[in-house]
Structure formats: C-alpha cells, structure tokens
C-alpha cells in the first residue's frame, strides 16, 4: 500500500474538489491510502458527502493554510502548521512516499527545496508537465521553478527530462530539443548557447535547438526550456485550447445542418479534448527533490486531483528520483568551478574602515573580490579559512544567505571578519615597493597587479574610502 499526503486545503476550489478527488482515487486504485490534510472539521464535512470504500482516507490536521497570494518563504516561515508543510514533513519523515498539492506553487517549491533537500549533484529543481503532440506525449521542463537557470542547470533539466521520458511516457530512446528563436546553434542567448553545446557532447539524443512552430508536432520527446518561457507557453496553450473549444462550438450552434453536423463529430470531437485535456495529467512533478512531489493547477478539478493521484503513486513504482541520480552521477564534475593554480596563494586583504556601529555593520557586510578572477568568492573564503597562520577560526560564515540549502553555520562577528578579511593583527596599511606596483603588509612583492587585495565593502562610507584610494 503507497500512502499519498493531498493538501487537502490547496486549490481555487479547496476543499470540495480536492476531498471529491481524493474519494474517486480511493475508489479506484486499490493500492493507494490517501492521507487528507488540512483542516479536519472542514474536510470531515466533505467527506461525509461521498462514499469511499474500504476507509483508505486518513485525515491529518493542519490549521493554516497558504493563500495562493502570499510569499512562500514568508508565509513558510509565518505559518509553521500549514497544510503545505505538513504534507511536506510526512514525506520528510518517510511517513508518506509522495505527496500532492494544488495549492500556492512557490510554497511547493520552497518547502520541498529547504525541508526534503536535492538530489546528490542536482543545482536547482525543476517542473517537468507532459503534453500531448502528433506522435504521443512529450516532457516540457521547466515551467515554473526556475526562471534564470544556468546552463548546466538546464543540461540537468534535460537529464531528468530524459528520466521520466523513459519512466512514465515509456519512450525508450527520447529525443531532446532545446527551445529557442531558431534551429542555428548560433541563435538564443549565451546560456542557450552553452547549453547547446552540453547537450551535443553528452550521451542524450539531442536533436538540436526547437521553434515554438515544433512544440506539438512532436519533432523532440523532451523540450528543454527555462521556467519563464515555459509556464508563458503553458498558459497560452492552455487559454489556445479553451478559445478553439469555445469558437469551433459556436460556429457548429450557427444553424441546424451545422448541429447535425456537430452531432456526427461529436465522438471525434471528445476524443481531441481528452487528449488535450489538463485533468488527464493531473499534475507536474518537481523533479530534482529528495521526494516524490506532484504539483496541481490552482484551477483543477476532481478528475485533475485523481489524475494527480495516479501519477504521484507512479513516480513511487518506477522509482524515478533514483534513476536520475544514476543519470547525473557521470556529469557531476562538469559544472565544477574552476580551480585556482596551485604556484598562486592567497593574497593578503586589506579592510576599508567605517563609521557603523556592529549592529550596522554585521547587516550590510558585503564582499568584493579582485585576484583572482578566475576564482569564486566562495573559494577566496576557503583560501581564508584553511589559512595556517591564524587567519581563520572557529566555524563561523561571512556569508551567511549564499545558498538557502546549505547547512547554517554561526554568523560570524565583526572582529572574527576582519580576521578573516585581513588576517592576524587586523587591517594592514598597503604601501607600495620599489617597482612601484605594490607589496603585501610582510614586504612581498605583488607582481603583475596595482596591489592584489581583497576589499570589504560595509557601507556607503567605505565606497567614498575606496575612491579616495
């Protein structure tokens, strides 16, 4: 038996639809329990609607819930016993295999992104939603986690993509299109650029960039695009087929041979909206999470939640989440940042004092770093703290917000960054060598460089100080 978390309270319809559906997917799959969450008065009195059969709806109590309005980190934060993060700690605690929701999507994404974690080598989740074509259905990722994804990030999505091709479509060989404004390797931006030429040297069945003339005709399996791109081309074809629906009725109402006519297609005509139907998919998987979650439409019906259901129970059968990182293990090291020589050390750092008490001054610390540019901010603070000289102690972070996911470390204090920063002894006054090009406060020369130095901006104060220098 596959226990499945529903929000119960999430939906422009919550809880009517989502109680009926969650009754329609007890009834008719016998291998799944659903666990109801939300409000339990509230659900209770939907419930004694509908008949379930053999009593495999459980309620759980959850009295907050997230508006489809609110900020997801903030209503996360504010509301500590929400429907949403209920369901996402029962899946966190093994409770439940998966879980369901058609509530505020940024809250989905949020709490399965900070509570559940990513998958081993995976940078960012995405959505991935299947689409009917020409020649059966096809992945479209991402359409909504992630608006600006970075090349390799878009390579992963293309992986998963690939995943769930193989795993739910049943496609054994999936063909990948890039979405872009041409089918040149010249056309898009210099992250499509880039992630062109991923997925050319990788094992994928790339088949080059696609147009959006493409998107349905089933040229690619797989339809790689950014989060922004892909849920404006979700709604506009959702919105598409509810105005084709709508005319080609009207026209067909305008005079009885048309009605006749009407009626003789009717069967034809109910075979095109159910394969171009949102209920029938029911739900997106966010894919790239330590857990199997299936994200709903705001707007979906009973059919759409059961739907919904039935493909969070699949995602636990073909056991997805592992086969995608069985995908991504060989490319783990190929977004790597690059690594500074090993003949080149750290620099020494200089503060630029100002005037800010500790209160101000621990809240608008701000790194900038000139040597070198090859290496990351991130590095330059490794070079810092693995320092044998003293430069670095104790298990505090300058950068306290640099990654939502990463393990939270003690902020450090004002005079432990400035260790950091300078090193023992505090700020050191540069002073320039005989050459003219600048030395370090022990007297090496720095060579190549007007001074090799890393700056710590604090203020506006201390940008005034920079200019003078």
């Known amino acids: 038996m596959i226990r499945i978390a529903l929000d119960g309270m999430g939906g422009d319809y919550a809880p009517q639809v989502v109680v009926e559906g969650a009754v329609m997917a007890a009834n008719d799959f016998d291998h799944l329990e659903i666990v109801l969450v939300g409000q339990t008065a509230a659900l209770k009195r939907e419930l004694n609607k509908h008949k379930v059969i053999g009593g495999k709806i459980v309620l759980q109590e959850a009295s907050e819930v997230i508006g489809m309005g609110e900020s997801p980190v903030a209503a996360l934060r504010k509301k500590k016993d929400s429907s949403i993060g ?6 966190k605690k093994k409770e439940c295999a998966a879980t369901v929701s058609a509530g505020n999507t940024g809250a989905m994404v949020a709490a399965s992104t900070l509570l559940l974690g990513l998958l081993p080598g995976i940078k960012r989740p995405g959505i991935a939603i299947a689409t009917p074509t020409l020649h059966g259905m096809s992945v479209t990722m991402d359409v909504g986690a992630n608006l600006n994804p970075s090349a390799f990030e878009l390579f992963q999505y293309a992986l998963m993509a690939d995943v769930f091709a193989k795993s739910i479509l049943k496609k054994k060989r999936p063909t990948v299109g890039l979405l872009n404004i041409g089918e040149e390797e010249s056309k898009g931006t210099e992250v499509l ?25 089933g040229k690619a399996d797989c339809i790689i695009c950014d989060g922004f791109v892909g849920n404006v081309v979700l709604k506009m074809v959702e919105s598409v087929l509810e105005t084709s629906v709508a005319l080609i009725g009207r026209e067909l109402r305008k005079n009885p041979i048309t009605a006749i006519a009407a009626w003789l297609l009717k069967p034809a005509l109910s075979s095109i909206r159910k394969e171009t139907d949102y209920e029938e998919a029911g739900g997106a998987p966010l894919l790239g999470v330590d857990g199997n979650v299936i994200i709903s439409h705001g707007i979906s019906s009973a059919l759409a939640i059961r739907n919904a259901i039935r493909v969070a129970g699949e995602l636990v059968t073909t056991r997805v989440n592992a086969q995608i990182v069985d995908a991504i293990t060989p490319y783990l090291n190929h977004g790597a940042p690059p690594v500074p020589p090993a003949d080149r050390k750290p620099s020494n750092a200089y503060l630029i004092p100002s005037k800010l008490n500790k209160r101000n001054y621990d809240r608008t610390l701000s790194c900038c770093h000139y040597w070198p540019r090859s290496v990351s901010a991130r590095e330059n603070f490794d070079e810092c703290r693995d320092r044998k000289d003293g430069g670095y102690y104790g298990r505090v972070d300058p950068y306290p917000h640099r990654d939502p996911g990463a393990p939270r470390r003690r902020r450090a204090s004002s005079h432990e960054r400035s260790r950091i920063a300078c090193g023992p002894g505090g700020p050191k006054k540069r002073r320039p060598d005989a050459s003219g090009t600048g030395s370090d406060h022990r007297g090496n020369h720095v060579p190549g460089h007007d001074f090799s130095v890393r700056l710590v901006l604090s203020s506006s104060q201390a940008r005034r100080d920079l200019r003078r220098l």
């Open 193 to 217: 650029k880039e992630t062109y030429k991923l997925l050319r040297e990788s094992t994928l069945n790339f088949i080059g960039n696609i147009e959006g003339r493409d998107f349905f005709s």
């Open 86 to 91: 209920v369901c996402i700690d029962l899946l």
